[in-house]
């Protein structure tokens, strides 16, 4: 990595720590477009992207897709900005729902849309990660849940509740970009706590219209 690209974030997201990282974004829909380019740009050496869904005119407001994306793969789309962000970046795409034998890096940042999807991605990889996080949102209402440590682990399965009783509901239903990017901001900062060997919030929910924020779990 080049010294002088990394400068200005240097004491927040360190090197040597990072550089041992492969993250994999599952779902790069609202929340999840950002995560990869946040994510891009911090100096993520190696990502992977798994999406099965098309860019369609209604996520370009609500995603942040270009019209020229029309048609595309998510993750083609998504996968092209993180080179433009970052050429040194290594990254792989999956244009397929996610699987139960999907390769996984050691950090997995979950945004999809279902608490059957989280709970099948969860039950998949919770032994084989050190750094999970899963990002919720409806309209200007966002969660994140992360979990890094023996206290979280045990946390997290609580919040997989049926989806008749779900938090956030569907991030395709009520979605706004300025929330989705905050989501992937909190979802980052998460991250760089975990980086820097500093405790993570469990479970952090911010209601934007009520400027209101709670922190709980763990």
Request: net charge negative; hydrophobic share 40%; glycine share 6%.
């Amino acid at each position: 990595m080049s010294t002088e690209r990394y400068s200005r974030q240097k004491d927040i997201v360190p090197i040597e720590r990072i550089s041992q990282c492969q993250a994999t974004v599952i779902g790069v829909g609202a929340i999840g477009r950002q995560v990869a380019l946040q994510l891009a740009a911090i100096g993520i050496p190696r990502l992977e992207l798994v999406d099965f869904d098309v860019v369609e005119e209604s996520n370009l407001a609500s995603q942040g897709y270009w019209q020229a994306d029309l048609g595309i793969a998510k993750v083609d789309a998504t996968s092209q900005l993180c080179r433009q962000i970052n050429p040194d970046l290594d990254i792989q795409i999956s244009d397929e729902r996610f699987k139960r034998s999907q390769k996984i890096g050691n950090c997995v940042f979950t945004c999809v849309d279902s608490i059957e999807s989280r709970r099948l991605i969860w039950e998949a990889v919770q032994d084989k990660v050190s750094f999970f996080v899963d990002g919720r949102m409806a309209a200007e209402v966002l969660r994140v849940l992360a979990v890094c440590d023996a206290q979280s682990r045990a946390y997290y399965p609580t919040t997989l509740f049926g989806s008749q009783e779900a938090y956030a509901g569907s991030c395709t239903a009520k979605t706004t970009i300025y929330c989705a990017n905050i989501a992937a901001g909190f979802m980052l900062a998460q991250f760089t706590r975990y980086l820097r060997l500093l405790p993570v919030d469990a479970d952090l929910q911010v209601n934007l219209l009520a400027s209101e924020i709670q922190v709980t779990g763990g």
